[in-house]
């Protein structure tokens, strides 16, 4: 099954940039997420376009944070992705003339929105400076 990494990938590079003492070039940051610079850029778009990383061209240029980690919240940097659906499966057939596969629908359907719900909400109260914390912890 195809998994949607970038949630993940961009939110280990947000934290090496928090490390970082200089800014980190596209091939650098793309090394670490196993894609190629001109991916990594189309994936940071929208982070930059939202304030929370900014890119300079030019030698001595890179990628480096705009805003601190305490100001980020998994749920920014997820909308700023482009919010990809959170379950990798769905309905068979929408609308369905069949009473069976309509009750089925309705009982995924239903639950799959209040566990999206539910997941959105914590990746609201979740700020990326919580994360950072616990990487001493591993």
Sequence with gaps: MNRDTRLSGVLHVLLHLDHARKPLTSSE???TMRTNPAVFRRMMAGLRSAGYVRSENGPGGGWSLEKALSEITLLDVYNALGQS??????LRNEPSNCKVERAVNRALLSTMMEAESLLLNRFHDLALDEIACSVEDL
């Design 29 to 31: 940051l793309a090394k």
């Design 85 to 90: 659906s959170v379950f990798s499966f769905g």
